[in-house]
C-alpha cells in the first residue's frame, strides 16, 4: 500500500509540475506583445497623388534582398543600451521576421512614392524581372532607451538586365520618438523607414528619367 501510495503521489506531482508549466507557457505567450513596422502615413500617399506631382514611374521595381547582422536576425526587438551593448525585449516581439517586415514596408512606400504598382519583393519570378534591384545591406536599425530610432543601410541599386550597380550610398538617420514604449519605439523606426524611403524614391525617379531620356535619345 505504502508503494501504491508512494506512486499515486509522484503521479500527482508531475501533473501539478505539468500544469504549472502550461499555465507559465500561456501566461508567457499572452504576455507577448507582437508589433509591426508600418508605411509612410495618409499625407504622403495624398502627396503622392496629387495631380501636380510627378507621373507613375513606368520601370519596374525590385526591393531586396535585406541582409542583417546577426544580432538583428531574431524575434524580440533589440534595444541599444550603450555603443558596444544591446538588449532584448523580454515582451515585445516582431510580427514577422523583420528582413521581410522591411522589405514589404519599403515596398509599400515605393508603391506610394513612385505611384506604381510595379514594386515586387525579392525573390521575384523568372519571366516578372525588375528592370532596377535595390538591396540592401541593414547595419543599425534598432532605438535606444529613450526610444529613437537609429537607422543605418548600406544600399546598392542595380540594373537586373546588365547586373551594373548604377549608385551605392550609406544612409543615416534618426527618428524621435514621442515617448518610450515599444509601440513608440517601433513607429520611430517606421519614421526612420520612410524617411529612406522618400530620398530613395527621388533617386530612383531621377535615374529612371534620365534613363528613359538617354533611350529615345539613342538613333
Not at 532596377?132 to 538586365?161: H, K, M, N, S
Not at 517606421?190 to 530612383?204: E, P, Q, R, Y
Request: aromatic share 6%.
Amino acid at each position: 500500500m505504502r508503494s501504491l501510495s508512494h506512486r499515486l503521489l509522484a503521479l500527482d506531482l508531475v501533473w501539478i509540475w505539468f500544469a504549472a508549466c502550461v499555465h507559465v507557457g500561456q501566461q508567457q505567450e499572452q504576455s507577448w506583445r507582437l508589433l509591426t513596422l508600418s508605411p509612410l502615413p495618409e499625407p504622403a500617399a495624398q502627396d503622392a497623388g496629387d495631380p501636380s506631382s510627378p507621373g507613375p514611374v513606368q520601370s519596374a521595381i525590385g526591393v531586396g534582398p535585406i541582409h542583417l547582422p546577426g544580432y538583428l536576425d531574431q524575434d524580440q526587438l533589440v534595444t541599444r543600451i550603450s555603443e558596444n551593448r544591446v538588449t532584448l525585449s523580454e515582451n515585445d516581439r516582431w510580427a514577422e521576421p523583420l528582413e521581410g517586415n522591411i522589405a514589404k514596408t519599403l515596398a509599400h512606400n515605393l508603391s506610394i512614392l513612385l505611384r506604381t504598382d510595379r514594386v515586387i519583393l525579392h525573390p521575384w519570378p523568372a519571366q516578372q524581372q525588375p528592370a532596377y534591384q535595390l538591396e540592401i545591406d541593414v547595419l543599425r536599425f534598432e532605438t535606444d532607451t529613450a526610444g529613437t530610432a537609429q537607422l543605418v543601410f548600406r544600399w546598392f541599386l542595380r540594373d537586373v538586365a546588365s547586373g551594373q550597380t548604377i549608385a551605392h550610398e550609406e544612409a543615416h538617420l534618426n527618428a524621435m520618438a514621442a515617448g518610450t514604449s515599444s509601440e513608440r519605439s517601433v513607429a520611430s523606426l517606421s519614421k526612420a523607414l520612410g524617411d529612406f524611403s522618400l530620398g530613395t524614391a527621388n533617386l530612383i525617379r531621377e535615374i529612371v528619367q534620365h534613363d528613359t531620356t538617354q533611350s529615345a535619345l539613342e538613333p
